[in-house]
Structure formats: structure tokens, C-alpha cells
């Protein structure tokens, strides 16, 4: 699109072709009214001023789409969401807003294909995109949602967080995520509890100034899992040459590279 109107013009079309009932009938043509936004995506509209105003009009109709029982439809309006945040970068947390509550449902859902899509969604616009407003509501499900794939999932969403999100972004979040992190060692679910123990590792490296505080507030079942002793506990543990060799990849490779 060179203009504005022209994207304007063109999404006007794509909004009736969504703003219709899911059914046997419909749902290709849904599909394909998402596929077809993509393009428009990827053709840099989100240059224009009326883009996030224009695109907070289709935003329900993306969000049933995620939350779809079919999952190709579902990993149409997945494959947006995380379009949206490559192309946005940090300009997406509006959108973030308003289409993160649907993605994160599929993390907890009982289909592993839907969670493993909803994580890997999220894992990508966290990368790109930061969402920094979302990080409660990560660490939340994280510590506290009764369920454990919500838990396991959340806390993989949280070491991307940690590891992506600049130290401005996370400061004022920190209580949280160290809550999280604190709750997520002793998970009961082991997969939370190893992913959580790499989450760790990178938090003590880029906030060493918070470590003597935060290992002083963990259970002793935390430490222990955290193998920490008395003596080691008021410091980080010291960096293994594959670590420090890891830390020194630029961030978004390395969150790509644990998917």
C-alpha cells in the first residue's frame, strides 16, 4: 500500500470477510481474510498513523480466531499476532493489550499443539516486541494459576521476559518476577522448576545488585534446589565457560535459540 487509504481501503474489505459467525461455511473464509492481513502487514502498513487505531477494530474477531477450536484457523491468527510484533517491535504493546489475553488461554489449553503454537507466539512477540505491561500477569500465572501447563507455560514466557526485556522495562516489575522466580524453583511440576533454574541464572547475571537480597527471602527448599549454602548465598554463582560463552549472544538469538 503507498497511502494510508489505500490500506484503509483494503482493510474495510478484509473487516467484513471477519466480521462474521465461525461456522462450517465461514471459517476458510476467515482464514483467509487473516492470511490476506498478514500480507498487508508484512507490506510495512504499520507506518501509518491510523494502523494500531484501525487494527484495534478487528481485534475480536483476531481473538476468537486465536482461541478457535480449529487449529489451522488458530494458527492463521496466531502467525498474525506474531507478525504484528516483528514488524511493530515495541510499537505493538497497545495491540499487546488487547490480543495477549487470547494467546495466553492457549497455554493453558488441553491440546499440547495449541500450547506448545501459544508459547511459541508469545516467546516471539515477547522477542521483539518486549510487552512489558504483561510482565504481572506472566509472573501471576506463573506463581499462582491453579494449573500447571498455565505454570510450565508461563514460565518459559518469563525467561524470555528476563532475558529480553531491557533493565529499564523489568525494574519496575522486579518484586514479581522475583516472586515468580522463587515460586517457580520448588514448582510441582518439574519441567517450571528447570526452566525456572535457567530463568535464575540469568537474572542474578543482569541484576547482581538485587542477588544478596533476593537469595536472603528464598525458602530453604529454594535453596536447596538452587543448591545455594549459607556462604553462597549472598552472591551469583560463578559463570561455566558454556554460560559465559551463551551470554555473550545477542539476546533475541539466544531466546530463539531455546525454542
Known sequence: ?????????????????????????????????????????????????????????????????VLSERTRLSATALSLVEELARQMETRFQPLADLLFPSVMKTCGRANKVFVTRGVNCLTTVITYAHIPDQIPQICYAAHSDPSKTVRGSATKLLMSLVSCCTVPELTPHLAAVEKAIASGVVDANPDARTTTRQTYEIFIKRFSNRVEQFHAGLSSTAKKY????????????????????????PLRDRILAQR
Request: proline letters at 2%; glycine letters at 4%; a positive charge.
Open 1 to 65: 500500500c503507498d497511502k494510508a487509504s489505500d490500506f484503509e481501503t483494503k482493510f474495510r474489505t478484509l473487516l467484513t470477510k471477519l466480521d462474521v459467525v465461525e461456522g462450517e461455511e465461514t471459517w476458510q473464509q476467515i482464514d483467509g481474510a487473516l492470511k490476506n492481513l498478514i500480507s498487508l502487514v508484512k507490506a510495512d502498513v504499520t507506518k501509518y498513523d491510523t494502523f494500531v487505531p484501525t487494527m484495534k477494530q478487528c481485534a475480536k474477531f483476531v481473538n476468537a480466531s
Open 226 to 249: 538452587l543448591k545455594l549454602d549459607d556462604k553462597s548465598a549472598g552472591a551469583g554463582r560463578p559463570q561455566s565457560q558454556s554460560a559465559a560463552s551463551r551470554q555473550r549472544l
